[in-house]
């Protein structure tokens, strides 16, 4: 999580090697250490006298101006009573535990810690905290929504799907000093990852229950921990390949509704690596919008819709992202404005409400009023912020608006504060690249689009545009048209057109032509309408050109295109 939470409504408070004197006031020295104590109190520390140690060592000495010298070995040896001759690099606690403690930290305030003043934080790759002071700033129509937090107790009735994690279990056949850390750190990380997914409710009492199934019945722990599902799972490391299984297991019915194994090679300098890749693909199958525990649930709430009004709305927003059209996506709009009127708390509703206006102005056939449908985007993506601020969908609209806007910096800001409120979710990493791709920068599109793709099982058509983009970029316009669908009506502007100049640069002028016929002939206005909305997509010099090129060969001409001013 590291000093980029900074962006969710807090300011740093003090760099770690500096003495108080110089970076923090008295009172806000006095601040972080009353936070330090609540911390320390709460369920996730008070039972854990080593990291509570080590917690308050690591604050204490920053405090004191030494946040410099918190180095490996020093905390060995000062808090893990380590020998003099101990050696970090070769006993991998100190290293083992700060993951642990970063986790932890990243849970409880994610829960209970959410309306914190200050907020401790442990970047990756260093010991010495920071800390953060909550700014109070509350966002208006036409203020900057990045300062904005969430400032609400929480609902005894919480509607969320709730999910207990279970330590995995080492079942390694000889005793490896890496194999039970590497299962703890894992069982936690994976708890990291999910507590991403606001949608999902983590009601564990620890990082992550530590009794096995063996133990106890799955009915028994969903009793326990009010949880719908349990996740568990176990690691067996064999010479050199670790096993890693995972399991989603509903509590009432005790059905297996996810299951996952992966086999990995052995690396002692990349276990941390390996436990972030596992974790972040099992959270985004379990928790993301398409993920098992929303498929489930869908399956269960088929003719309970009219009592669920709000909770269907979402399931029905997450449906269409996989194959939108413009009919369902008006049905849906009409559906959330009735409900969003009728429940202005109902952050997730005003920013699919923010959304669903700017994929009618962006995407399908006809448009409507540009203008005016992002300027309600943008006023229904504020007022998601304004009643929850972390809302990362919201952040997400807005990063739509902004960027169809050409406003590129603000755009920027605002997908960064959506994906890392919400780093797994797929569909924005998605198309996020393919808007990189759009711009041109086509290798950090490259890099985001495989992160999407190995964080879903079966991906949609659309999430192979940003490859789409890339190929017709680098002149491959045979695998181009293997990828483009010309025949649906509601493929987008941008993306029908490259395949229609991909088809006639690969050598098929004549079906190229007849294409551009056919839609022609049913949508007399096509071309025009078109042309303004690839405005809004700002493609850059090269891909403008070189649609422009394949257009005019297949016998239509568009002066925008042609001039590169997209």
């Not at 140690?53 to 204490?60: A, D, G, K, S």
């Not at 276990?271 to 199958?285: D, G, K, M, P, V």
């Not at 649906?488 to 395949?499: A, C």
């Not at 700002?538 to 001039?563: Q, V, W, Y």
Request: proline share 4%.
């Amino acid at each position: 999580m590291g000093q980029g939470n900074t962006e969710k409504g807090y300011r740093m408070a003090g760099a770690a090697s500096a003495r108080p004197s110089d970076t923090i006031e008295p009172m806000q020295e006095s601040l972080v250490r009353e936070e330090l104590e609540r911390v320390c109190a709460d369920k996730l520390f008070k039972e854990t006298t080593r990291m509570k140690r080590f917690l308050r060592y690591v604050v204490e000495e920053t405090l004191d101006g030494r946040g410099d010298r918190l180095k490996g070995y020093v905390i060995g040896v000062e808090v893990f009573d380590r020998p003099d001759d101990f050696d970090p690099q070769a006993d991998t606690i100190v290293r083992v535990q700060a993951g642990q403690l970063r986790r932890r930290l990243d849970l409880y305030y994610a829960d209970r810690g959410k309306t914190s003043v200050v907020r401790i934080l442990i970047p990756k790759g260093r010991y010495a905290p920071t800390f953060e002071l909550r700014q109070n700033s509350q966002l208006d129509e036409d203020a900057d929504p990045m300062a904005v937090v969430k400032d609400e107790s929480s609902r005894s009735d919480d509607p969320r799907p709730s999910l207990a994690v279970m330590t995995l279990d080492d079942l390694s056949s000889q005793n490896f000093d890496d194999g039970n850390h590497f299962a703890e750190g894992l069982s936690a990380e994976i708890v990291n990852a999910l507590v991403q997914f606001r949608s999902l409710r983590i009601v564990t009492l620890t990082p992550t229950v530590s009794t096995t199934l063996g133990q106890n019945s799955v009915k028994d722990i969903g009793k326990e921990y009010g949880a719908d599902f349990v996740l568990s799972g176990s690691v067996r490391r064999e010479g050199e390949v670790f096993r890693v299984t995972v399991s989603l297991i509903r509590c009432d019915s005790s059905e297996h509704v996810f299951s996952r194994v992966f086999d990995r090679e052995y690396k002692p300098g990349s276990l941390f690596n390996l436990q972030e890749e596992i974790a972040s693909y099992t959270a985004a199958a379990v928790a993301a919008p398409y993920g098992a525990v929303n498929r489930y649930n869908r399956r269960r709430l088929v003719g309970r819709q009219s009592s669920m009004a709000a909770y269907n709305c979402i399931l029905r927003y997450y449906d269409i992202k996989l194959a939108p059209t413009r009919r369902a996506v008006v049905e849906l709009l009409d559906e959330v404005i009735r409900v969003t009127d009728d429940q202005p708390k109902f952050s997730t509703g005003w920013a699919i409400r923010a959304l669903l206006n700017v994929f009618l102005v962006t995407q399908v056939n006809p448009t409507g009023d540009a203008t005016a449908r992002l300027k309600e985007a943008n006023r229904t993506a504020r007022h998601a912020l304004k009643v929850d601020g972390q809302n990362s969908l919201a952040y997400f609209a807005l990063y739509q608006v902004f960027y169809h806007q050409g406003k590129f910096d603000d755009a920027n800001r605002m997908i960064r504060r959506s994906m890392s409120l919400n780093p797994n979710d797929y569909s924005v990493v998605a198309f996020y690249a393919v808007c990189l791709a759009v711009r041109g920068d086509l290798e950090t599109a490259t890099v985001m689009n495989g992160a999407a793709l190995r964080l879903i099982g079966r991906a949609p058509t659309w999430y192979y545009m940003p490859q789409m983009i890339v190929d017709f970029s680098n002149g491959q316009y045979d695998d181009v048209v293997g990828l483009a669908d010309l025949e649906s009506e509601d493929v987008p502007y941008g993306f029908y057109f490259m395949g229609i100049a991909a088809k006639a640069l690969a050598g098929d002028v004549e079906g190229a032509s007849a294409v551009i016929a056919k839609t022609i002939s049913k949508y007399p206005n096509y071309v025009a309408e078109a042309t303004e909305v690839l405005k809004l997509w700002h493609f850059n010099d090269n891909l403008s050109h070189k649609i422009g090129t394949g257009l005019s060969l297949a016998g239509l001409d568009i002066d925008a295109l042609k001039s590169s001013t997209l």
